[in-house]
């Protein structure tokens, strides 16, 4: 930038307030976020079908190693931006498979989303809106540009996502059965009366640090099972909790801090990950495994749903940055009374 450049930015910025300026910056964003995702939809003619309709088919490119939550957040950017613009939405991971949500030999057989959620309009199955006169293919990516994502550091009860979380309860419903079992896990884990402090930890963030896994390269940073332990107490000391509910999907993480906190910690018994060894060294990727090997995709996404609604049954939550963390927002009825992140 030269130095009559620099001249012109200062008057504009003397000029223009600072909330203008940043409302035209998010306005030229968004626009600019738009052209990209309309260059990558693709508009189909399959049939007959539903003429005064428009199909909006959320899918993703087969590469993604998305999980559970991953795909949730994307799903909930693509009914946005679908029902934004009066399309109904729809969403195919039976054509466009995902391995972080379906087993290899149910592929192309059955929609993966349908394992853990309902269709987000009752009464269109695939099979109909691929022989519709309107189809609008979304984005191979998974979502809109511009959307929320499972990294995205939000305030999440800023106003700007209220629309998220409507969205949200109208369309992405859980399975009822799920849903089922979270209620028998509730009132059996939970003390009857007590308040009750989630914690969702991310400890696959931890060893992505620690051993510089490619894979992770893009997470943020996790914290330690000591830092972890630490911050738990912090808050159940400052808030006055007698317990505290824990997602966490590595096995010593959970041995370890159950150790340390004794019946104060609540938490789902499932086979994890050992990121960590019994003496809290990383596994080499090799040396990675669930402790259960008959353990598939489905019923750890099942797991692991439970704990994220179970969190959401908690009065306030300490969380580490993941998916599965920031669904709870929108999976829970009303509000958190607080929340922290790990420090």
């Avoid at 909006?56 to 795909?71: A, I």
């Amino acid at each position: 930038m030269n130095r009559q450049d620099n001249w012109v930015v200062m008057i504009y910025r003397s000029i223009v307030p600072e909330n203008i300026r940043k409302r035209y910056s998010e306005k030229i964003y968004e626009r600019k976020m738009n052209k990209k995702t309309l260059a990558e939809l693709e508009r189909k003619s399959f049939g007959d079908l539903n003429k005064d309709k428009t199909f909006y088919v959320v899918r993703t490119d087969n590469t993604q190693r998305w999980g559970v939550f991953s795909t949730y957040l994307f799903v909930l950017s693509n009914v946005k931006y679908a029902v934004e613009r009066g399309w109904i939405p729809i969403v195919d991971y039976k054509n466009y498979f995902l391995v972080g949500l379906q087993d290899d030999e149910s592929r192309g057989k059955e929609n993966a989303w349908n394992y853990y959620f309902e269709d987000l309009v009752p009464g269109f199955p695939l099979e109909d809106v691929y022989q519709s006169k309107n189809v609008i293919l979304g984005p191979l990516r998974g979502q809109p540009y511009g959307s929320i994502s499972w990294n995205d550091k939000l305030d999440i009860y800023d106003d700007k996502y209220w629309g998220y979380r409507q969205l949200a309860h109208k369309y992405l419903r859980v399975k009822p059965v799920i849903l089922k079992e979270v209620e028998v896990s509730y009132r059996k884990l939970f003390p009857e009366g007590e308040r009750v402090l989630g914690v969702g930890i991310r400890a696959g963030a931890h060893w992505g640090g620690v051993t510089g896994d490619q894979s992770w390269k893009n997470h943020p940073k996790g914290k330690s099972v000591e830092q972890c332990i630490e911050n738990i107490r912090k808050y159940m000391k400052q808030y006055h909790y007698n317990f505290f509910f824990l997602s966490c999907e590595d096995t010593y993480y959970v041995k370890t801090i159950k150790k340390e906190m004794g019946d104060r910690c609540l938490c789902i018994d499932r086979p994890r990950v050992n990121f960590f060894d019994d003496a809290g060294g990383p596994n080499s990727v090799d040396d990675l495994y669930i402790c259960n090997e008959d353990y598939g995709v489905r019923q750890k996404n099942n797991d692991y749903i439970k704990e994220i609604l179970l969190l959401t049954k908690c009065h306030s939550l300490v969380l580490t940055v993941g998916g599965g963390n920031t669904a709870t927002f929108f999976l829970k009825e009303g509000k958190f009374e607080n929340v922290w992140k790990l420090l």
